[in-house]
């Protein structure tokens, strides 16, 4: 099954020298869909901050070191091009455009598959690491598992979506806040971060403090953030949440940054009943949010709960918001072999919005 003429070899970056920033472009092997796959053909792949953290070794808590020779990315988007066995009655069809999410594939029959939890399946691969990712022009996909693309949403915007938008999106719905409530997002003007602005203030009606360096303030007021905070110049963040919160603080902060010092601050910035949803994961040795004290946990009855990449419903409701015009991630496009020039700049923290390559 399938279609005729693709070529024998093509395009993919790989992280050559993982534990640095350094990627390479080599040419592979065509592979062949097995039983319940299907073969895409990428146009577009975003940058992720997950991807340099991957290819630099910089997350303690995943269990191996990056090979040599890892195809990274985990926000594909392009046309299903060939069916592999056993796929006649999937949801998808050929030349439908489809998306690659964090989680290439789950078993969708542990504990965790079934509560909903996709990101916790005992058996699941993250698209990327030890799994071939998206940084190539072709990639294999389990039929049941590829995202698909509403028509009219252009493929380099909805990208970004499949990884930063549908993590903000279930970030958000879980932060407990109602709409017309005070929501601070720290690391506003980041990929993450803009879109989590966007979805906060116009899908979900939040009053929007954002705060970030001082050069994002633009992209984060233009998302619809209410107010902004820069972190240089600020020298007490409590005291100018609680000028903005009728002197009461947030009832909900969102760290989309892997900054220490933000999730440091976090339970500081709460009202009572406020609760800290924590998106963005910090490189290096962990450290722990010292304000999270039990006394004070108690006595304003603060909560801190954890987000990882959303689900299924949650990756469909995101694009849908897309299609619709309610969101608009802000991105620029670059060539494939600009990857480590990219990744060079979200490591100075210069980065506004989001990157996307073009994998033509």
Request: charged share 20%; proline share 5%.
């Amino acid at each position: 099954m399938g279609s005729v003429g693709l070529p024998k070899k093509y395009k993919a970056i790989v992280y050559d020298k993982p534990g640095t920033i350094s990627t390479k472009i080599e040419e592979l092997d065509m592979p062949e869909p097995g039983p319940g796959e299907v073969l895409v053909n990428l146009t577009h792949s975003g940058v992720c901050h997950s991807d340099m953290g991957i290819m630099t070794n910089s997350w303690a808590w995943l269990p191996y070191p990056t090979q040599a020779g890892q195809v990274g990315g985990h926000e594909g988007v392009g046309k299903i091009v060939k069916l592999g066995p056993g796929t006649e009655n999937a949801a998808v069809k050929e030349g439908q455009r489809v998306g690659i999410k964090w989680m290439a594939g789950i078993c969708q029959s542990c504990t965790a598959c079934l509560a909903g939890h996709d990101a916790m399946c005992f058996s699941g691969k993250i698209s990327g690491y030890y799994t071939p990712g998206t940084f190539q022009q072709y990639v294999l996909s389990p039929a049941n598992y590829v995202t698909p693309i509403p028509d009219g949403l252009d493929s380099a915007a909805a990208a970004p979506l499949l990884c930063a938008g549908v993590t903000v999106y279930s970030a958000l719905r879980k932060c407990n806040a109602e709409s017309g409530n005070y929501v601070v997002i720290l690391g506003a003007g980041g990929g993450l971060g803009h879109l989590a602005v966007q979805f906060s203030s116009k899908a979900i009606g939040h009053r929007v403090i954002g705060i970030d360096h001082s050069s994002k303030k633009d992209i984060i007021m233009e998302s619809g953030a209410e107010h902004f905070i820069p972190v240089d110049g600020t020298t007490d963040f409590v005291q100018a949440v609680k000028d903005l919160t009728d002197g009461l603080g947030t009832h909900a902060v969102l760290v989309m940054t892997a900054n220490n010092a933000a999730y440091g601050m976090s339970v500081d910035l709460l009202r009572f009943g406020g609760r800290v949803v924590c998106v963005g994961i910090p490189e290096g040795e962990a450290v722990p949010i010292k304000s999270a004290l039990p006394g004070i946990m108690v006595a304003k009855s603060l909560q801190i709960v954890g987000s990882a990449v959303g689900d299924r419903r949650e990756a469909l409701e995101t694009l849908d918001f897309a299609a619709r015009g309610i969101v608009k991630t802000h991105y620029r496009v670059e060539k494939m072999d600009k990857l480590a020039e990219v990744f060079t700049e979200m490591n100075a923290g210069t980065l506004k919005g989001r990157v996307v390559l073009d994998l033509s």
